[in-house]
């Protein structure tokens, strides 16, 4: 996500004179990507039920179509690095985008089950590319001064494309009763954004970085005459990536045995997976199917989630520069466990009745959503991908980042296959108090083992990490000098 934005860094190189047209293309083209991953994220929300009325799917059949994004994007991270470096970071980008529209447009089709469960299991492939290569294409293609920002507008067009298909959704299954017109319309709506991203990579320079790594100088000097604007700057970029390939390079798998490595390993696994174990999907995915047990219908359950998490991204880009990483995991996992608490109480007082819920109890279901999604999208939604974006020592970046990647999505399918129907095996208010049990177990990992990495540049903190400084002080500056 806000990646190797962070990691390949925001140098000296401003432009004194504007971006080129290509700078704002290659942008909005890698936005389209992240705008894509929301897509395919938030659809099911607004669109199962329609699902279900055209394919009589039942609770555990739509769990498993929801969930098998999840297996997609877990396969896409794992070969996404051996795209990147094999096929080019361009072509990997429009085969990303090939599949989306295809994908996309197939299911738009109307085709039997297992065709339309392969179409949700290459969209989620897509996505799993998309999150590997866009950030680094952006990271490695951008100007230097606004790949800091285009990181997290990736993370932030994740969190619209959930709201604009959510409503696109709610918005087609209100003008078309019938499924089979407005389901291949929902379909539709993400094929028309795919093929925007399919089409416009083809105007898309290659990456510099990847051209140099493949001993192509010339044509790497060529796309940074279009996209920088003096010779100066050129010099510059071109000294620093082959400075940059004389370092350290990408380790193997192996590099998970270096007990250094193994460390970090372990937050950024640990991160990832408390990331989805606090809810978050079943929240994104089955919020309206959750308000209508307990009787809360329309608008209000088809929008709140969306809403709130996008608005309340914007403040987690400025916070986390701010207050830390740590603290805003704090805020976020205290306001998820509280809530969580509280929706599951409200849910045990409902009991089996939604028909006779009190007022109240629908406040406190609509407040706890509201507060528990703010608690999640100002905090554990951009940190965690941040903080693994950090934390691992530059010749093993693409390995860490490859594995809590899949870790995220691993634990996101067990989220988004088994919510609904554990809901209904125990009890709707028993899922709230697992997760909020989870909330907890994540703030006394973060006391334990989170470092803060707010500024520290990222050779600093490799240094820590070698040195052996413990875990929870790999972000201070003096921590070597201190006698750790
Ligand atoms: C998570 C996704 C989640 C999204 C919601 C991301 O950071 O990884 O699983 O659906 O946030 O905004």
Not at 16 to 30: D, L, N, P
Not at 388 to 404: A, D, K, N, Q
Not at 428 to 448: E, P, Q, W, Y
């Amino acid at each position: 996500m806000a990646t190797q934005s962070m990691t390949v860094g925001a140098k000296s190189g401003s432009n004194s004179a504007g971006y080129k047209r290509i700078v704002y293309i290659i942008c909005a083209v890698a936005a389209l990507g992240g705008l894509l991953f929301g897509l395919d994220q938030g659809f099911i929300a607004n669109s199962l039920t329609t699902i279900d009325g055209y394919y009589h799917l039942g609770v555990q059949g739509g769990e498993r179509y929801s969930a098998i994004l999840a297996t997609g994007g877990i396969v896409g991270a794992l070969l996404s690095g051996i795209f990147a470096r094999f096929l080019g970071r361009k072509r990997s980008l429009l085969f990303a985008g090939f599949i989306f529209t295809t994908a996309s447009a197939l299911s738009a089709m109307l085709p039997s089950l297992p065709v339309l469960s392969a179409c949700r299991f290459a969209l989620g492939f897509g996505v799993g590319v998309a999150s590997f290569i866009v950030p680094l294409y952006l990271a490695e293609t951008a100007p230097a001064a606004i790949r800091g920002s285009m990181g997290t507008l990736f993370q932030l067009m994740i969190t619209i494309g959930i709201f604009l298909i959510s409503l696109t959704n709610v918005l087609i299954a209100r003008a078309f009763t019938n499924p089979s017109t407005s389901l291949p319309l929902m379909f539709l709506t993400i094929t028309l954004f795919a093929a925007l991203m399919f089409f416009g990579g083809f105007i898309l320079p290659e990456s510099p970085r990847w051209l140099m790594l493949k001993r192509r100088k010339e044509q790497a000097i060529a796309v940074l005459q279009r996209t920088l604007n003096t010779q100066q700057e050129i010099d510059a970029e071109i000294a620093e990536i082959e400075q940059a390939l004389h370092g350290p390079q990408g380790a193997g798998i192996s590099i998970v045995l270096r007990g250094y490595f193994f460390k970090v390993l372990v937050v950024g696994v640990l991160l990832q997976m408390f990331q989805q174990l606090v809810g978050i999907n079943m929240m994104i995915y089955y919020s309206p199917t959750i308000f209508g047990y307990a009787g809360i219908t329309g608008f209000l359950a088809a929008m709140t989630v969306p809403t709130v998490n996008m608005i309340f991204t914007f403040p987690a880009i400025h916070l986390v520069e701010k207050w830390g990483r740590k603290k805003l995991l704090y805020v976020g996992a205290v306001a998820m466990l509280v809530t969580m608490i509280a929706a599951g109480a409200a849910f045990q007082s409902i009991g089996a009745n939604p028909a006779g819920i009190s007022g109240t109890v629908k406040a406190v279901l609509l407040a706890s959503a509201v507060v528990y999604i703010f608690g999640f999208a100002v905090s554990w939604g951009p940190v965690a991908w941040l903080v693994c974006s950090e934390i691992f020592p530059l010749e093993g970046r693409e390995v860490g980042m490859t594995i809590t990647t899949m870790v995220n999505w691993t634990f996101a399918g067990l989220v988004m296959g088994n919510a609904l129907s554990f809901m209904n095996a125990h009890g709707n208010a028993s899922i709230f108090f697992v997760f909020g049990g989870f909330c907890l177990l994540a703030i006394l990992f973060v006391a334990m083992f989170v470092p803060e990495t707010k500024g520290i540049t990222l050779e600093e903190m490799e240094f820590n990490l070698k040195a052996g400084v413990p875990l929870r002080r790999l972000g201070e500056r003096s921590a070597v000098r201190t006698g750790n």
